[in-house]
Every structure is written in structure tokens, then in C-alpha cells.
């Protein structure tokens, strides 16, 4: 008797251990995939969780340090109104003498006049990176379109034809994913990490180097960008999501939307509707 005791107090401690084990094991993973305990999505403040990755809640302003642990920015706003980035529209001294830092901020003026080479330097500075088309299309899903059922309303739709201009992030309530992240349609066209031949028409492939402001590094069989900036030689890289001037291509502001998609720039371009999001 005292023989068919000690197994059976064997037998419930090993199904204690298991069960144990998988208690832990179901919280490990609901950690990974941003159900932790507790209701927390497992990013850092001011991100959304999107699948396995944290994307910025809103589009990034670019500061001379990096923010807070809360998320709070500090130092000086580069590119509000203006390119007065202190470093070069290359990238060479974005995170070295000079740099600039990324963050995801509500009610701010989203950064402009930014290159791609810088917007990658800005996310990298605060460990996080640009966004591939392919996230950026995930995390997009579900923000509605202005101009179905009706045209941008200047107020709660996403910022496509009203404005004029930036607006401040996440102030159009209705112009949210799915995931929560705010402003993926309009408001300003967004970098993605992707690069693709340039849509220059007839395809023609370029031989040489990129030119004096980014060396002599030889560049050959690229199909330069439709619209190149400070070089000349750089295939496109993708913008997403339409801007504040959509409504210069559609009256109804079509020009922006989930699946808008540019493939004419080169990433040394900049303008005043040109931003980006980090993701981690």
C-alpha cells in the first residue's frame, strides 16, 4: 500500500512539473506574439504590434537626440518646415558628427525633406530600421480610403487633399489600421528599405559610379529612378501611402490609399511629403 502511495505522489508531481512547464511555455509565447500578461503588447511605447514585429504608431519626426525611455522626444525638430538636417543627404554622417535621431510621437509635425539615406540613419540610431514593402502593406491593412465613400473630410479622414500640408501625427482619428498604427494613407509618403529598377522609360541600364557627393563606388545595370536627386545612377526606392498633395492627381485624392505605391524616386530624393516610420 505505502509502495502504490509513494508512485502515485510520483506520478501527480511529474503531472504538476508538465503541467508547470506548459504554463510557462503558453506564456513564453503569448510574450513572443505581444499577448503578454497583463494586456501589453510586448513594444516599446509608441509602437504597434504587428505580427513579430513592433511598427511605429505614428510617422516619424527626426530630432538632435534620441527620446526618452517613455517616449518623450528631446533636443531640436530637423525638418519641419525645412531641409536643415545637420547632416548630409547621403547618410556618411548621420550617425556619427552629426546625428539625427527617430521618433514616433503624437500630435508632432511629421519630418520632411528627408532621403532615404538619412530616414534609414534616423531608425537605425535608435535601433530599430525602415520598414520592407511587405511590412509596410501588413501594418497598412484595414485604414480606410478617403475617396471611398467620400472625399477627405479636412478633420477626421486621413490627410490626403484638404490640408495642404502635414498635419499633426495621429490627429485624423479615423486614419488608423487595423493594428493601430496612424497616418499609413497620406499625410506624407513614406520610405520603405526596398529597392527596385527605376521606372525610366525605355528601360536603360547605367554604367559608372554614383557621383561626387557619394563616391566613385561603381554602379552598373541599374535602371535609374524616373526622378533622381542629388545623384544619378540610383535605382527607385519605394515610397507607400500617398500624401498630403494626393489630391493634385485625383480630385478625390486616389493618389493615396493602402496599395498606392511609387516607384519613381531614387532615394537621395527629398521633398516637403516625403517622411517615414521605424519598425523594430
Not at 495642404?164 to 520610405?191: I, L, Q
Request: glycine share 14%; hydrophobic share 35%.
Amino acid at each position: 500500500m505505502q509502495r502504490k502511495l509513494t508512485r502515485l505522489a510520483l506520478l501527480t508531481a511529474a503531472a504538476l512539473g508538465v503541467a508547470a512547464l506548459v504554463s510557462l511555455n503558453l506564456a513564453s509565447s503569448a510574450s513572443a506574439s505581444g499577448n503578454a500578461v497583463g494586456g501589453g503588447n510586448g513594444c516599446p511605447v509608441n509602437m504597434v504590434r504587428v505580427g513579430p514585429l513592433c511598427v511605429d504608431k505614428y510617422e516619424a519626426s527626426v530630432w538632435s537626440q534620441p527620446p526618452t525611455q517613455d517616449g518623450k522626444p528631446r533636443g531640436i525638430q530637423f525638418g519641419r518646415t525645412s531641409d536643415d538636417y545637420p547632416c548630409s543627404f547621403n547618410g556618411s554622417d548621420c550617425s556619427g558628427a552629426n546625428p539625427i535621431y527617430a521618433a514616433s510621437v503624437p500630435g508632432r509635425r511629421p519630418s520632411a525633406f528627408m532621403t532615404w539615406f538619412q530616414a534609414q540613419q534616423a531608425c537605425l540610431n535608435v535601433g530599430k530600421r525602415l520598414p520592407t514593402n511587405a511590412e509596410w502593406q501588413g501594418a497598412a491593412a484595414g485604414t480606410p480610403t478617403d475617396y471611398e465613400p467620400g472625399p477627405d473630410d479636412g478633420v477626421h479622414d486621413c490627410n490626403t487633399s484638404t490640408a495642404g500640408r502635414a498635419v499633426a501625427t495621429g490627429s485624423r482619428n479615423r486614419c488608423v489600421s487595423s493594428f493601430g498604427a496612424y497616418d499609413m494613407v497620406g499625410n506624407m509618403f513614406e520610405w520603405t528599405s526596398d529597392w527596385i529598377q527605376g521606372s525610366s522609360t525605355p528601360w536603360a541600364p547605367s554604367v559608372g559610379t554614383a557621383g561626387p557627393d557619394f563616391g566613385n563606388d561603381f554602379m552598373r545595370g541599374t535602371n535609374p529612378a524616373f526622378e533622381a536627386g542629388y545623384g544619378t545612377n540610383f535605382p527607385s526606392a519605394l515610397v507607400r501611402g500617398g500624401s498630403f498633395n494626393a489630391g493634385k492627381f485625383s480630385p478625390n485624392g486616389s493618389g493615396a490609399g493602402t496599395f498606392a505605391l511609387n516607384a519613381r524616386f531614387s532615394p537621395d530624393t527629398a521633398g516637403e511629403d516625403g517622411g517615414f516610420r521605424c519598425v523594430q
